[in-house]
């Protein structure tokens, strides 16, 4: 990210979440008095990383449930808190560092996909695990996978594939769908829009596709004078079909400013404010792009 030229923070304060929309508690114990009181907080706080650890449970910033969205049919999208990547597009930057969620135990997710399972099933839909960065927390989310399967439930997780090393071969057992999100063929230019380098995410695309067995849903978002070079995306497209049978559906996402405000809310620095979304005749290009190596657009 562009060096910050003013005396903005390029962090934020911490912003109450209120009651969240996946469980978890709020309230403090009255009453107990302060004997034994540190005693009890490292007992308490050992225990919540041992529960982190094994996946129990799990940082949460939110659920919701939608259709045709975050992959097919009518899904329970559970958005985890924690992400390495500081894309200057975000529309969610709340949900950038860990401590912003809400401890959530992977079996109260479970209870409301069994909850949601006959509409999934009837609709071709399932869970899908988001962020953030799901595999910022892969304990956890192996845990949710393996539980999703073991109902039957269509299982996906969105990722940016740069913490690709941290998704084992059990864990993509129990995937059915990888949403790809692949934000650059540049180096330099993926650099520039996230922070982050982009060797990870073609190597995890790659593992992924080389198993024939979890189908990818590559997402590349088209922002104006920022990732829309012609040979920017034609690095893209190569690649995707590069990976063969495995990518069925390339979604060609046009940049808005609908995060804008959360950026200004957390105190952070906010780069692409003159940024107008794409024209519709730059969309067509890159979705023509896209298309002219043989592959399913949207």
Known sequence: MTALTDARPTGAPVVPLGVPLVGGAHGRVSGAGTEGLAADDERARSERIAAVRSGEIGSVHSWELVTAVD?????????????????????????????????VAADEILRRV??????????????????????????????????????????????????GAACTDEMLDNLDLVLLDVKSGDPDTYRRVTGRALQPTLDFGRRVADRGDTEIW???????????????????????????????????LPFHQMGRD?????????????????????????????????LTVF
């Open 71 to 103: 992959g097919p049919g009518t899904r329970m999208t559970t958005f985890l808190a924690g992400c390495p990547l500081r894309c200057l597009y975000c529309h969610n930057p709340d949900t950038m560092e860990m401590r912003r969620g809400t401890d």
């Open 114 to 163: 069994a909850r949601y399972r006959g509409v999934m099933k009837a609709t071709g839909g399932g869970l899908t695990i988001s962020g953030g960065e799901p595999l910022m927390q892969p304990a956890f989310v192996r845990r949710l996978l393996r539980g999703a399967k073991a109902m039957g439930v269509h299982t996906a997780i969105d990722t940016s594939g740069f913490l």
């Open 218 to 252: 590559v997402r590349f978002v088209l922002v104006p004078d920022l990732t829309d070079d012609e040979a920017n995306v034609e690095l893209v497209a190569e690649y995707v079909a590069s990976l063969g049978a495995a990518v069925t559906r390339v979604e060609v």
């Open 262 to 294: 959360k950026w200004d809310d957390l105190g952070m620095r906010y780069e692409l404010g003159d940024t107008e979304p794409p024209s519709v005749e730059l969309v067509e290009r890159v979705r023509g792009q896209f298309r002219a190596h043989g």
